[in-house]
């Protein structure tokens, strides 16, 4: 049995392609298929936060469309995969990077021997591929 993409022609064809819109969000909308992204009031200048049931918060005060809101949602996307790939865990005592667990508390984490503030670039599973 075969496979085609499309016909030629029909009401939603024209030269194999579909007409219309294939947008899964509105322009103003912060959603990535699959990943919804909420805006909230942070508490002490945290920018964004993955959480593990599939969603982003980002601070209510970033400027909608700006680079600096793209760069949140892009990091805490990245964030989603270490999730989703197994890399990273999370729950309220720990941190557990590639098997590893790191005790946290108070919004800091046990790494190396000593207690740094959560989002610390030194943590492994912050450092990004593009910075």
Do not use: C
């Given at each position: 049995?075969?496979f085609k993409l499309g016909?030629?022609?029909?009401?939603?064809?024209?030269?194999?392609?579909?007409?219309?819109?294939?947008?899964?969000?509105?322009?103003?909308?912060?959603?990535?298929?699959?990943?919804?992204?909420?805006?909230?009031?942070?508490?002490?200048?945290?920018?964004?936060?993955?959480?593990?049931?599939?969603?982003?918060?980002?601070?209510?005060?970033?400027?909608?469309?700006s680079d600096q809101e793209?760069?949140?949602?892009?990091?805490?996307?990245?964030?989603?995969?270490?999730?989703?790939?197994?890399?990273?865990?999370?729950?309220?005592?720990?941190?557990?990077?590639?098997?590893v667990k790191y005790p946290?508390?108070?919004?800091?984490?046990?790494?190396?021997?000593?207690?740094?503030?959560?989002?610390?670039?030194?943590?492994?599973?912050?450092?990004?591929?593009?910075?």
């Open positions: 049995m075969a016909r030629k022609s029909g009401p939603l064809m024209e030269k194999g392609q579909i007409k219309g819109s294939m947008s899964y969000r509105n322009k103003d909308d912060n959603s990535i298929p699959g990943t919804p992204v909420y805006r909230k009031d942070l508490e002490g200048g945290v920018l964004g936060e993955s959480n593990n049931d599939g969603s982003i918060f980002i601070n209510e005060n970033l400027q909608p469309g793209k760069a949140v949602i892009a990091h805490e996307m990245f964030h989603q995969t270490q999730m989703k790939t197994g890399r990273l865990k999370y729950d309220d005592d720990s941190i557990t990077w590639d098997g946290r508390r108070d919004g800091y984490i046990e790494y190396q021997g000593k207690y740094m503030q959560e989002g610390s670039k030194e943590f492994p599973w912050e450092k990004m591929p593009w910075d």
